[in-house]
């Protein structure tokens, strides 16, 4: 079975770009996550969304949205980047609420953003 | 507000001996429990979890204590090899398996031969 896969694995932009960003979740998982990893802040929850809607928002501002597609695939998009952006993007699929009981994220291996 | 606090950023233990990962959390709603390995340039990938309703949950080399009223849980590998090396990460999961998992900051485990 495949795993979560993300693209671009790595990517570099300027303050002001705007990126997006690619997740494929494992086949059969409907929810998909997105995660920041930053050096000093752990993993910091970003969205989550359920059957094409944002069930859950982390603490991000406005310039972070995402959607996902009918066939659960997910895209994150960042606007006027900011060199603080800089940092591993990753993206997690899980099975529907209730049906593991566990929480267990899958994750990909993440993007690998750089805002020079 | 830090709400799963890994106080430890790093850990280095001789191979064979135990590791013990702490973590700390503020929250007492939470009502899941998870470790999550990561190698550099790969993804977390998920080693055990607990429910809130249990004090020990183990899973072959691995062990997760959970202690309610101290809102503490630590993770025990035993015994430690070079290949557990890896940055571990705490996690809460206080939305009813929603996706949205609270990390900690994570630590840096060497297992030294």
């Known amino acids: 079975k495949a795993g979560v896969t993300q693209t671009p694995r790595y990517l570099i932009k300027t303050r002001g770009q705007q990126v997006t960003l690619s997740c494929s979740p494992i086949s059969g998982h409907r929810s998909v996550s997105w995660y920041q990893q930053t050096p000093g802040q752990g993993l910091q929850f970003l969205f989550e969304y359920f059957s094409e809607t944002q069930r859950n928002k982390g603490n991000f501002p406005g310039r972070f949205s995402g959607r996902q597609f009918s066939n659960s695939r997910s895209e994150m998009n960042v606007s006027t980047l900011e060199l603080g952006d800089s940092a591993l993007y990753l993206c997690?699929?899980?099975?529907?609420?209730?049906?593991?009981?566990?929480?267990?994220?899958?994750f990909g291996e993440g993007s690998r953003l750089t805002v020079l | 507000d830090q709400q799963v606090k890994q106080n430890s950023p790093s850990l280095s233990v001789q191979e064979g001996r135990i590791s013990i990962l702490n973590c700390d959390y503020t929250?007492?709603?939470?009502?899941?429990f998870l470790w999550y390995k990561k190698y550099p340039a790969e993804g977390p990938t998920f080693l055990i979890s607990i429910s809130s309703i249990k004090d020990k949950n183990e899973d072959g080399r691995f062990t997760v204590f959970l202690n309610k009223s101290a809102k503490h849980l630590s993770l025990h590998i035993v015994p430690s090899q070079p290949g557990d090396s890896a940055v571990y990460f705490c996690a809460a999961d206080g939305s009813s398996n929603t996706g949205k998992l609270i990390f900690g900051q994570g630590t840096t485990l060497q297992v030294k031969p």
């Open positions: 929250n007492s709603m939470f009502d899941y």
């Open positions: 997690a699929s899980s099975f529907p609420a209730g049906s593991t009981g566990t929480g267990e994220l899958f």
